[in-house]
């Protein structure tokens, strides 16, 4: 099994600056990595993403975080980051990390699934 450990979330004031973290850990040796995300979801809202790299290292970003968060990872793809700067009241939310893997399941190269993988969230407040 993957798991997903993030870390980093608290209480930001507004202008401020925050860094996620989410640790891919378990069998990893079983699996590929294509596309990471960050996810987040306030009270009364749906979940949206907040931005997404891929294994090309394209990434994409909400529009509302444009300009102001970051996402990367370590060289290894075995920790994956958000930069949050510039922080407003409307990112507080709890933000979660998910991988898209492709796991093998046997020896044969077509014998592989499709998994998402999601950490457990972190609550992130920016007071105004």
């Known amino acids: 099994q993957v798991q997903l450990v993030e870390s980093g979330g608290g209480l930001v004031q507004a202008g401020g600056s925050l860094r996620l973290s989410c640790v891919v850990s378990g069998n990893t040796q079983s699996i590929r990595l294509n596309a990471f995300g960050w996810y987040r979801q306030a009270p009364g809202k749906q979940r949206e993403l907040v931005a997404n790299?891929?294994?090309?290292?394209?990434?994409t970003y909400a529009d509302s975080v444009k300009g102001r968060f970051t996402i990367s990872s370590a060289k290894n793809w075995d920790t994956f980051y958000l930069q949050m700067n510039r922080m407003k009241p409307e990112d507080t939310a709890v933000y979660s990390c998910?991988?898209?893997?492709?796991?093998?399941?046997?020896?044969?190269?077509?014998?592989?699934?499709?998994?998402?993988?999601w950490g457990q969230g972190t609550q992130v407040t920016v007071a105004s």
């Open positions: 998910r991988a898209d893997v492709t796991k093998q399941t046997g020896p044969d190269p077509w014998q592989k699934t499709n998994l998402e993988v």
């Open positions: 790299l891929r294994s090309d290292e394209s990434t």
